[in-house]
């Protein structure tokens, strides 16, 4: 392919099997729910898209010198969104036999003490970001540590990259270890330093983050709600109704609480783009207040199962009205992979005999995803004017799915397949802004690397062959 299809800023043309969200297949039905075009062409100009078609109606009014990018027979879709993960977890994924309190004492506060020092937050950060789109994942609304130094990192390099991003420094001021906790004034101020330095601040954008209510003072969470006044359409992220004892905790911290929800209204909390992982334990009340205020659940498979939190119960939140994601949790998920997430996803719903068909999920990785975070207007989905942020995926990666797939007769059946069996492997490149940052058989391309980076980190040494890419002039 020829730089010009790549730079930031130019005109880009990509030729695939394209397929779009613009409807819950849940509630539109699977007909009424997206795009399919199966000899696709996406034009992109300054990072967004200017049109979406049958190749063949578009190919002819192509400049002559445009390059094509044609990934036939793989299949385009909007770059996975992942609403909820944490950036100083990488190195705690898959850490042994406890549940979630116990887990966050024994592993995962000490490696957060770590992200102080900017060279570990700036590696983390590289390596996260590579990681997530090595897997497809071009948007995520991170949590990082107490220290604004971590931010810091994360929107650098994010930055660097092109990428839309949410994140946020964790506001904690008890029940954990001295050197992660702040103060409810340093936890406002110092989240508001960050506000002016990065929201907005090209495509990125803060989260107002209080770890969660066992975590913050009522003085804190008081510093959180006038932080949260003055910023009405900001996203806030926290977690909710995740496991027993954290809930159980709950309710002595805040005897005057009706149950764990009413703490994140009583500080004004809960609103549109407030994000509440978990949500797994949620009475009835609790799903329709944050139903009204047009709250988002995050239900993250990996996690609930790994430190065995419980089931979603993605029934009840949609018959409450409750706007949902699926996210990873990184590193109380296991995988990266958005794919692998929905896999996880359709098992935990089979336990409550609930489903999650392929079209679903897709949507919900893509389209629904960027709905539950606020962003619906301009990503997840591969329609004029949306960002330019796209997967290419081949669902043939792997011997298995070769296997499986002679045996697919429906784009349904492919989908699902795919999730069920596929990962990073399926991932040939990952576009964000118009721009290609990922390449499967490839190193970080396009991406100046730091003089000091690790030499590992965006790489990908799978073994997978090169360019799967043929360019093509245009007709
Ligand atoms: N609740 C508060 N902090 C965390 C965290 O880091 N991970 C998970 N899974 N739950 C939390
Ligand atoms: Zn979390």
Redesign the pocket.
């Known amino acids: 392919m020829t730089s010009s299809s790549t730079e930031a800023g130019g005109t880009l043309a990509i030729r695939a099997r394209v397929l779009t969200y613009h409807a819950h297949p849940l509630s539109a039905g699977e007909g009424g729910s997206h795009r399919y075009i199966e000899d696709g062409l996406v034009i992109v100009r300054d990072g967004l898209i200017e049109a979406v078609g049958e190749a063949h109606a578009l190919l002819p009014d192509l400049a002559v010198d445009l390059t094509v990018a044609d990934y036939r027979p793989f299949l385009l879709t909007a770059g996975f969104i992942d609403p909820h993960l944490?950036l100083p977890?990488t190195q705690v994924i898959g850490s042994y036999g406890t549940e979630?309190m116990e887990w966050?004492a024994r592993y995962?506060f000490p490696e957060e003490t770590r992200y102080g020092d900017p060279a570990v937050a700036d590696a983390a950060s590289r390596f996260l970001l590579h990681e997530l789109l090595r897997n497809g994942t071009t948007t995520a609304v991170a949590?990082c540590t107490s220290h604004p130094q971590s931010v810091e990192s994360f929107f650098t390099e994010s930055q660097r990259m092109g990428l839309r991003m949410v994140a946020g420094k964790v506001m904690m001021d008890r029940h954990a270890p001295e050197a992660l906790l702040d103060t409810p004034r340093r936890g406002y101020d110092e989240s508001k330093d960050l506000i002016a330095r990065w929201h907005g601040n090209g495509r990125l954008a803060y989260a107002i983050s209080p770890?969660?209510a066992p975590t913050s003072s009522e003085a804190q969470l008081e510093a959180t709600q006038a932080l949260a006044a003055e910023y009405p359409a900001m996203h806030i992220q926290t977690?909710l109704s995740?496991n027993a004892g954290e809930i159980a905790f709950v309710a002595e911290l805040f005897p005057w609480s009706k149950d764990y929800t009413h703490v994140y209204e009583r500080y004004g909390l809960v609103r549109r783009k407030a994000l509440f992982?978990?949500c797994i334990h949620l009475s009835e009340r609790e799903r329709g207040a944050l139903a009204e205020a047009g709250a988002t659940a995050v239900f993250?498979p990996t996690?609930n199962l790994f430190?065995g939190s419980g089931l979603f119960d993605r029934d009840a939140a949609l018959k409450a009205g409750l706007r949902t994601g699926i996210a990873t949790?990184i590193g109380?998920g296991t995988s990266y992979s958005m794919l692998t997430t929905a896999a996880e996803g359709y098992k935990v719903l089979a336990l409550r005999q609930q489903a999650l068909p392929g079209h679903a999920a897709f949507y919900m990785m893509t389209a629904g995803n960027a709905e539950a975070i606020g962003y619906g207007d301009r990503i997840g989905q591969v329609a004029p004017r949306f960002e330019a942020d796209f997967v290419v995926l081949d669902t043939h990666a792997t011997p298995a799915l070769r296997q499986r797939m002679e045996r697919v007769e429906t784009l349904e059946e492919e989908l699902f397949v795919l999730m069920t069996m596929g990962d990073d492997r399926c991932v040939v490149s990952t576009y964000a802004s118009g721009r290609k940052v990922h390449a499967r058989g490839m190193g970080g391309i396009d991406l100046p690397s730091p003089a000091h980076a690790p030499t590992s980190v965006g790489g990908d040494f799978t073994g997978a062959s090169a360019p799967e890419v043929e360019s093509v002039q245009a007709a």
Request: charged share 20%; glycine share 12%; proline share 0%.
């Open positions: 944490h977890q979630l966050l995962t949590f770890r969660f977690h995740e992982g978990h993250c996690s430190l949790d109380g």
